[in-house]
C-alpha cells in the first residue's frame, strides 16, 4: 500500500476465454498493438500483455491474460482464472457452436472466481456478417440473462475492439473504487 501518499495504483487482470479458434488472441493484440495476423498460430502456455487507460485522471492498468491455445486441450488450469477482475468471453458469430458453448466457459469461469468479476460476452468477426449463424438479438439476450456487457467485434476491422476492453476495465474500476 502507499504509506508515503505516493499516487494510487491499479493493477487488474482480465482474462479473455472462448473456445478455440474465436479470435481471443487478435482481439489481444488489435487492442495491445493493433495487429491482426490471419495465420496466427496457437502457441502453448499463459501469455498476457498490459495495457494502461486514464480513467478519471488516473492510470489504470489491464493486465490482459490470453489462453495461448490452451483451450484446444481443455487444459485452462485455475491459475489463469486466479485473481481475474475482468473477463471476456468470445464466441464467432459465424459458427454457432462456440456460441452455445459459452455456457460452459462461464461456469468455468464463475468456479474458479471468488471475487466479482466484470464480463462482456464478445461476439467476434461481425466483419462475417454474410455467414452469420447467430443474430445478435441472440448474443444480447443471453448477456442480459447472465449479467454480462454484450459487443459484437472484428478483430480484423477493429470493430468496437477498444471499447468492449474498456468498458470491462471501466466497470472494474468502479466495482473497486
Ligand atoms: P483464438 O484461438 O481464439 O486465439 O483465435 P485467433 O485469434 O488465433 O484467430 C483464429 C482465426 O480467426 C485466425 O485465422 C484469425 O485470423 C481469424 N480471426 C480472428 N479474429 C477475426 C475477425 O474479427 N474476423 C475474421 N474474419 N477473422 C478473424
Ligand atoms: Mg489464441
Not at 79 to 86: E, H, N, S
Not at 93 to 99: A, K, L, N
Not at 142 to 152: D, P, V, Y
Request: charged share 25%.
Amino acid at each position: 500500500d502507499d504509506s508515503e501518499g505516493e499516487a494510487e495504483e491499479y493493477l487488474f487482470k482480465v482474462v479473455i476465454i472462448g473456445d478455440s479458434a474465436v479470435g481471443k488472441s487478435n482481439l489481444l493484440s488489435r487492442y495491445a498493438r493493433n495487429e491482426f495476423n490471419l495465420h496466427s498460430k496457437a502457441t502453448i502456455g499463459v501469455e498476457f500483455q498490459t495495457q494502461s487507460m486514464d480513467i478519471d485522471g488516473k492510470e489504470v492498468k489491464a493486465q490482459i491474460w490470453d489462453t495461448a491455445g490452451q483451450e484446444r486441450f481443455r487444459a485452462v488450469t485455475s491459475a489463469y482464472y486466479r485473481g481475474a477482475f475482468g473477463a471476456l468471453l468470445v464466441y464467432d458469430i459465424s459458427r454457432r457452436s462456440t456460441f452455445e458453448n459459452v455456457g460452459r466457459w462461464l461456469q468455468e469461469l464463475n468456479t474458479h472466481s471468488d471475487t466479482t468479476v466484470a464480463k462482456m460476452l464478445v461476439g467476434n468477426k461481425c466483419d462475417l456478417d454474410n455467414i452469420r449463424e447467430v443474430p445478435v438479438e441472440e448474443g444480447k439476450a443471453l448477456a442480459e440473462a447472465e449479467s454480462m456487457f454484450f459487443m459484437e467485434t472484428s478483430a480484423l476491422d477493429a470493430t468496437n475492439v477498444e471499447t468492449a476492453f474498456e468498458i470491462v476495465i471501466k466497470e472494474i474500476y468502479s466495482n473497486v473504487s
